[in-house]
């Protein structure tokens, strides 16, 4: 069996649960690019790839290099999917993580470490401070930090539930992400998201109009408020309201 073939199994266990790749991203850490590129085998994908998706889909260590090696490609499949078929309950959003019934934590666990070492390696190809794009990246990163955030508390949340120590380790990689995540907004004491939260402190306007205008939720507007966390089809307009109120201030100031 291939790597096209391999792939070609991971793409049906994904299509089988109705996912997309944008989910399955979400899930793995892994880019969209990435697990097109071993969807369609048309590279040999790192071994750390490979985990992520393995533990992403909640699938066995070393699944990837059976599927690669197998001799009937059909059965093979077959069967994956139906050791692997998802619960029949309504699709989950990306930000819930969806494994096997079967599943122990060290599924949840793999995938939080492997979650953390994906933000660590970024973070350690930041662009230098002085770069206009310093922000924005750091910002993309933030975003990245909070999605794994959510998803390996709620694992924590599933694996507490299944009786798991709620001290151990997955714990730790909530803990770890969220000082990730600190770190991050501390690097930008003139974010985006200060001075929105800044705005909003002197705009006169209700948090509710506020929301509306820029076009995000409550929720997301406590996000950027509290976390740094600006939706990326946001950060335009919530650019625009930043300006818009500091133009507003520096024409009072000159009253």
């Not at 533990?55 to 066995?60: I, R, T």
């Not at 990689?173 to 402190?201: M, N």
């Not at 205008?213 to 309201?241: C, H, K, Q, S």
Request: glycine fraction near 8%; hydrophobic fraction near 40%.
């Amino acid at each position: 069996m291939s790597r096209e073939a391999a792939g070609a199994a991971i793409r049906a266990l994904r299509e089988s649960r109705d996912w997309s790749l944008a989910d399955l991203a979400g899930a793995t850490g892994v880019s969209i690019m990435g697990l097109s590129y071993l969807e369609r085998g048309t590279r040999k994908p790192h071994k750390g790839t490979v985990q992520k998706v393995e533990n992403g889909l909640g699938l066995p260590p070393g699944t990837y290099s059976r599927l690669v090696v197998a001799a009937d490609p059909d059965a093979e499949i077959s069967q994956l999917l139906a050791e692997n078929a998802a619960p029949e309950t309504p699709r989950q959003p990306p930000t819930t993580v969806v494994v096997d019934r079967n599943s122990d934590t060290t599924v949840f666990e793999g995938y939080a470490e492997a979650q953390l070492e994906a933000l660590n390696s970024v973070i350690a190809r930041l662009p230098p401070s002085t770069s206009n794009e310093y922000e924005t990246y750091i910002l993309s990163v933030i975003t990245q930090c909070v999605k794994a955030e959510m998803l390996a508390a709620n694992s924590w949340r599933v694996a507490v539930n299944a009786g798991a120590d709620p001290s151990g380790p997955l714990l730790g990689h909530v803990k770890a992400l969220e000082s990730t995540r600190a770190s991050l907004l501390a690097r930008l004491p003139d974010s985006i998201g200060a001075r929105f939260d800044q705005a909003c402190t002197r705009s006169s306007l209700p948090e509710a109009v506020i929301a509306a205008l820029v076009g995000i939720t409550t929720d997301e507007m406590w996000d950027i408020r509290n976390r740094g966390y600006v939706p990326a089809g946001a950060l335009p307009r919530v650019r625009a309201f930043v300006d818009a109120a500091g133009a507003d201030s520096d024409q009072g100031s000159q009253r």
